[in-house]
């Protein structure tokens, strides 16, 4: 099983619409959990962080299963400029203390 | 937005050909990273800085070599470009270790090795 694993889409959706996707994780040692957003061409910006309690910022929630290992992203009301890919990214304490990057979602929010 | 610059934005070089590419922060930040990204691959992490002087690898770090004079510089090179090397680069820094930070990226470094 791949460290951490996103679907890569594309995911179609018109404007206004709700959309959610999920991002797996391997490594039951993970201690932190965020989301980042990258737009074309450009680089990874943070998006926001994921806790344990699920946070919510705007248009968008987050929330962490451990049980099941997985995060999830939310968007509510989606808008043309949320286009974009989305990357899961999980960081590794312990003895490994890594960051992992998943290789992202592609959102397309269609006018 | 993080303070962080990469130089140059683009570059086309030769096989075989040295090539250096510098991050600069101004955010007196503990950490430094370089990654290459690469369609259907993600963000791959080439080699970490923890401090000036102290280095580490990642785990594509094969061909690739760093260092870190200064806090706010960082540089990588190509001893030797292949093609294998065209990607993006990115440089990203963090003020805590990585399991506990947050990473803020550079803009980005187009490659192309033909």
């Known amino acids: 099983r791949k460290e951490v694993e996103q679907d890569p889409g594309p995911f179609n959706v018109p404007e206004g619409a709700t959309v959610a996707f999920n991002c797996t994780y391997s490594n039951s040692a993970s201690q932190s959990f965020f989301w980042y957003r990258q737009d074309c061409r450009k680089e990874p910006k943070l998006l926001m962080s994921?806790?344990?309690s699920g946070n919510e910022d705007g248009r968008f929630t987050a929330q962490l299963n451990r049980a099941s290992q997985y995060i999830s992203l939310l968007i509510r009301d989606s808008k043309l400029s949320d286009s974009a890919t989305y990357l899961c990214?999980?960081?590794?304490?312990?003895?490994?203390?890594?960051?992992?990057f998943g290789k992202g979602t592609r959102l397309h929010i269609l006018p | 937005d993080a303070g962080i610059t990469q130089s140059p934005r683009h570059k086309v070089t030769e096989t075989g050909t040295p090539v250096t590419l510098r991050c600069h922060q101004t955010?007196?930040?503990?950490?430094m990273y370089w990654y290459r990204q690469d369609p259907g691959h993600g963000l791959r992490l080439i080699h970490y800085?923890?401090?000036?002087?102290?280095?580490d690898k990642g785990e594509v770090s094969d061909g690739y070599s760093v260092s870190r004079s200064k806090t706010e510089d960082f540089l990588l090179t190509l001893e030797s470009a292949t093609s294998s090397q065209t990607s993006v680069y990115f440089c990203a820094i963090s003020d805590l270790a990585p399991s506990t930070d947050t990473q803020y990226f550079g803009p980005g470094t187009r490659l192309t090795v033909l």
């Open positions: 955010e007196n930040h503990r950490y």
């Open positions: 990214v999980v960081n590794i304490g312990g003895r490994d203390d890594k960051i992992i």
């Open positions: 994921v806790y344990s």
């Open positions: 800085s923890y401090g000036v002087k102290d280095t």
